[in-house]
């Protein structure tokens, strides 16, 4: 196997310390908009029960908001960001959704909670395509697959801050002050991005840099003409519909099924998220390291894989009425959606020309949190609500609801191998960067 490359003129590159300063802070970054984003989920049934909503009402209310205007203001801050400064737009971003968590926490009302959710969700829109830009252009192509694995160590820090550590606080000081323990870390997280972090040359580690500023629609239409792009997106949205689909659920389903408080239920997941998430996380750091990992066919093979077996127990730990068997379900399904987003992350980055990259991760990131924050809590809440009836969901209700959303780690195992028959060429054209 060899990879070539033809080096452009750029800026000094960056020192090792520099480059790794760089993902470090972009990694506390995504855990804090992970953790601002699910902290939602281990209090949802506090919630639920003082605002007197149904599942489906619950759903809408935590879900929905966030994610429609995440959309509406992903894509225009992402055509923004290849264009301009991406660090003071990620550092805007964080202090923005951190300021609207905290609100979050002081609501009172069905609309006083919606109104700072939306806000969350407008901040976070900036955030994940600007920081995957930065550090793309801090590792070089071959690199970036265990550099966006670091970066997605992001994840499970942050799923363990929303769940374990967001659980805890609520136990002690109510459901608002979980909001409060997300918030107020990221408005200094915000100022220390903004004083600390260096804006990188675009495209200084490709071997063809990106020319000019694309249009949207000139973005768009070529990533459509990466068919290992699309599948790429696609793979990695079914496994947020999949994966994150059931974790949002996964704290009521505990408290409802075997009668744990909202701690106990957040200690059930916060250490799987937590220990399961970083040594998957690590674990494709490093795999996607070694010298039999440089072709992006590999890659997506290992993937398809791992999403593939994963989905098994992803279904039994919502069939089986044993707390036992389900924690340790748990430990093999939980790991793997973890697994998954830095290599996707990366993937993304190199099928992609330097200028494109925010609005292909704007795209990936839509694709998610569309399936993630929309189709999965609203499908599990209404179809809960239905199989239920006039009772009202229950236990028994929202266990079929997620067994019925269980088997779709299957669809995105399909586009893993899809993409890989493609993503040679598909590379070399956006990066002018071949693998054999």
Known sequence: MNATAIPVPSSEPPSAFERWYVLIVMCLVYAVNIGARYVVTTVLEPLRLELHLSDGGAAFLTGVPLALFYVAFGMPIAWLADRSNRRNIVAASLVVWSGFTVLC????????????????????????????????????????????????????????????????????????????????????????????????????????????????????RFLLRQKAAFHVIMASGVCCLWGWGLVWWTPTFLMRTYSLNVAEAGAVTGHVHLVGGILATAGAAWFMARPFMVSPRRVLWTLAIVIGFATIPSFIAYWTHSLWLTKLMFWMYIPAIYFFIGPCMALVLNLAPSNMRSIFTAWSVLVGNLFNLVVAPQAVGFLSDWIAGVQGADAASLRIALLVLAPTGFWATWHFFAAARTVVEDQERAIGYKTA
């Open 105 to 220: 926490g002081m609501s009172q009302t069905y609309l006083q909670f919606m109104f700072p959710r939306i806000g969350v969700g407008i901040g976070e829109a900036g955030a994940t395509p600007a920081s995957n830009s930065i550090v793309s252009d801090y590792f070089p192509a071959v690199r970036r697959p265990m550099a966006m694995s670091v970066f997605a160590l992001g994840a499970p820090i942050g799923a363990w801050l929303g769940a374990d550590w967001a659980g805890a606080v609520a136990q002690e000081y109510g459901w608002r002050a979980a909001f409060y323990a997300l918030g107020i870390p990221g408005l200094v997280l915000g100022a220390l991005v903004y004083l600390t972090v260096r804006e990188p040359k675009r495209g200084r580690l490709d071997a063809v840099g990106g020319e000019g500023k694309p249009s949207f629609l000139e973005s768009t």
